[in-house]
């Protein structure tokens, strides 16, 4: 991690001069490289290698690779960016197994939403991921209404319900734009939520959600929090967060299973 903060520096420096981009996650580093000689970059890497740490490094350059669960194209210097599916097997498989809640899944299902529309350049691949993402719900036992609810709620979070079906690319550059500043504001505040646990001043209550309006449930207990502790040197909506969590909602199998006793040995 050291040697690749070095690196990472020393990238970032070249780069932001020549208005690249650059990525990374743990150990794997993704940057641009605009310059058509590829000699050129291959000197510049390795100058890093044999300068500042004797470490061993696999490097890829093309005008197509595949970063994490992203494919990054290189079209006639325009950078294009889709989901990647490692398999056709994986492509339609949930993350979640038995035992997880249904607002589980219909997190999981709008934050894949969100990472469709910010990872697809294109409006045709946001188009078919958003089909794939679909079909795999449904394949996978959730029900027409569950999906076009979820599906609904995510168009509508920027009052952009016709960009569901629509082929206007200026349309879906604006609606792009808007997720990533949904982002960047996501971000904020988990820095603020760490700052709040970090001084103590977070509290995590759960609670059982089988149906009805969770989020009037929580709108409720937020403005009871308030009006009762707003003059509290500590629990005021100022000096400490609540977060509510609901637990899970127990399926079929875990209501109708019996658990196996343990055998006692005397």
Same mark, same amino acid.
């Given at each position: 991690?050291?040697?690749?903060?070095?690196?990472?520096?020393?990238?970032?420096?070249?780069?932001?001069?020549?208005?690249?981009?650059?990525?990374?996650?743990?150990?794997?580093?993704?940057?641009?490289?605009?310059?058509?000689?590829?000699?050129?970059?291959?000197?510049?890497?390795?100058?890093?290698?044999?300068?500042?740490? *004797?470490?061993?490094?696999?490097?890829?350059?093309?005008?197509?690779?595949?970063?994490?669960?992203?494919?990054?194209?290189?079209?006639?210097?325009?950078?294009?960016?889709?989901?990647?599916?490692?398999?056709?097997?994986?492509?339609?498989?949930? *993350?979640?197994?038995?035992?997880?809640?249904?607002?589980?899944?219909?997190?999981?299902?709008?934050?894949?939403?969100?990472?469709?529309?910010?990872?697809?350049?294109?409006?045709?691949?946001?188009?078919?991921?958003?089909?794939?993402?679909?079909?795999?719900?449904?394949?996978?036992?959730?029900?027409?209404?569950?999906?076009?609810?979820?599906?609904?709620?995510?168009?509508?979070?920027?009052?952009?319900?016709?960009?569901? #079906?629509?082929?206007?690319?200026?349309?879906?550059?604006?609606?792009?734009?808007?997720?990533?500043?949904?982002?960047?504001?996501?971000?904020?505040?988990?820095?603020?939520?760490?700052?709040?646990?970090?001084?103590?001043?977070?509290?995590?209550?759960? #609670?059982?959600?089988?149906?009805? *309006?969770?989020?009037?449930?929580?709108?409720?207990?937020?403005?009871?929090?308030?009006?009762?502790?707003?003059?509290?040197?500590?629990?005021?909506?100022?000096?400490?967060?609540?977060?509510?969590?609901?637990?899970?909602?127990?399926?079929?199998?875990?209501?109708?299973?019996?658990?196996?006793?343990?055998?006692?040995?005397?």
């Amino acid at each position: 991690t050291i040697y690749l903060f070095v690196w990472e520096s020393r990238i970032t420096k070249e780069l932001r001069s020549k208005n690249e981009l650059f990525g990374r996650y743990k150990d794997q580093i993704f940057f641009t490289w605009n310059n058509s000689n590829e000699k050129e970059l291959c000197r510049f890497l390795q100058t890093l290698q044999d300068k500042d740490f *004797p470490i061993q490094f696999q490097q890829r350059i093309a005008s197509t690779v595949r970063f994490l669960n992203v494919h990054i194209d290189n079209l006639k210097g325009e950078l294009s960016t889709r989901i990647y599916h490692q398999s056709m097997m994986g492509k339609y498989s949930l *993350p979640y197994v038995v035992g997880h809640s249904k607002q589980a899944h219909s997190d999981w299902f709008r934050s894949a939403l969100i990472r469709a529309v910010c990872c697809s350049s294109s409006l045709d691949d946001f188009h078919l991921e958003l089909v794939t993402l679909e079909l795999t719900c449904l394949t996978n036992g959730y029900s027409l209404q569950f999906v076009e609810t979820q599906v609904e709620h995510f168009f509508g979070y920027f009052h952009a319900h016709e960009m569901r #079906y629509s082929k206007d690319p200026t349309m879906y550059d604006r609606f792009r734009k808007n997720w990533f500043s949904y982002m960047t504001m996501q971000y904020q505040l988990t820095e603020k939520l760490h700052q709040f646990n970090d001084k103590g001043q977070l509290i995590q209550l759960n #609670y059982h959600y089988e149906q009805g *309006p969770r989020c009037e449930f929580n709108e409720q207990f937020h403005r009871l929090w308030s009006h009762y502790f707003h003059q509290h040197p500590t629990l005021s909506k100022e000096k400490t967060k609540v977060l509510l969590t609901s637990k899970q909602q127990y399926s079929l199998n875990t209501l109708l299973a019996e658990e196996k006793p343990a055998n006692l040995i005397q």
